[in-house]
């Protein structure tokens, strides 16, 4: 099982080629309206496989987290060097639903939606559903994540916002798919998606700089011990050597 530190950075790899490849995705489409139409529209597509392809990509990256959340929670023998103490054990709340997450992504990538302007079947319902569990499940785990990742307080205002906003989003999303007659249905699920990214590449990159091969400071002795004993040695010297040891030390006698 590969390293905090390799897991974290491997995750970021994956979720910025998951990105590239969703821009290009997009821009082999020109006859479908990115305002009002959804990612899945986009994926079903004539250059919807790349899309399909940044999903499982993203999935992928994802569930390489998992492992690397468990490992530091183990005890301080068992972590790897440079590694500190997670801030607060809840828990393995926040493993399972990232999984949840990875797993929605996994089903919406290998269940594609209805074409636009059909009827949904049964494919395109275990698709929305996949998604919205997805989509439900991570901004909880990041606020989970918050109180234990062994970051700064900065890193955890990061996860909470982009918690909150998801959150909000996701309530515009539903808002516009029922009462709203789906206005700007496609550009909120767009900025949800970012602000979902968004938080996975800051945990991703919290693991990455974790054990980010700082070396472990040994603890500074105090100097109290040393110099009680030159003080011993020193008296027991006598007043000749004293002054020579003055000299050496500042250069000149006193």
């Known amino acids: 099982m590969p390293g905090i530190r390799n897991s974290g ?13 969703t821009v290009i995705g997009h821009a082999g489409v020109s006859d479908l309206d990115p305002v009002s139409l959804t990612v899945s529209d986009y994926a079903v597509s004539d250059s919807g496989e790349v899309i399909h ?3 499982l990509l993203l999935a992928a990256a994802s569930a390489v987290l998992i ?30 639903l990232l999984a949840v997450w990875a797993g929605g992504l996994l089903v919406s990538g ?24 997805a989509f439900l499940a991570l901004p909880i785990a990041g606020w989970l994540l918050a109180a234990r990742l062994p970051a ?5 205002i990061w996860l909470r916002t982009l918690t909150v906003t998801s959150l909000l ?3 515009a999303m539903a808002w516009s798919a029922y009462p709203g007659d789906r206005a700007y249905y496609g550009l909120i699920e767009r ?6 990214v968004a938080l996975l590449t800051v945990v991703a990159a919290t693991l990455a700089a974790t054990a980010n091969g700082r ?29 020579v040891r003055e000299a050496s030390a500042g250069g000149r006698l006193r």
Not at 9 to 21: Q, T
């Open 9 to 21: 950075a491997l995750a970021l790899g994956g979720i910025l080629l998951a990105a590239v490849l």
């Open 53 to 55: 392809l940044a999903m």
């Open 67 to 96: 492992p690397a959340l468990s490992r530091l929670d183990q005890p301080e023998s068992d972590r790897p060097a440079g590694t500190p103490a997670p801030v607060g054990r809840r828990g393995p709340y926040a493993e399972w």
């Open 110 to 133: 290998l269940v594609p939606t209805n074409p636009p302007g059909t009827d949904m079947g049964t494919a395109a319902y275990v698709h929305r559903y996949a998604s919205v569990v």
């Open 152 to 156: 700064g307080a900065r890193t955890g």
């Open 169 to 171: 989003l996701a309530v």
């Open 191 to 196: 900025a949800l998606i970012l602000a979902e």
């Open 215 to 243: 070396a472990v400071v040994a603890p500074h002795k105090s100097r109290e011990p040393a110099l009680a004993d030159d003080h011993n040695r020193m008296i027991g010297e006598g007043p000749g050597v004293i002054r």
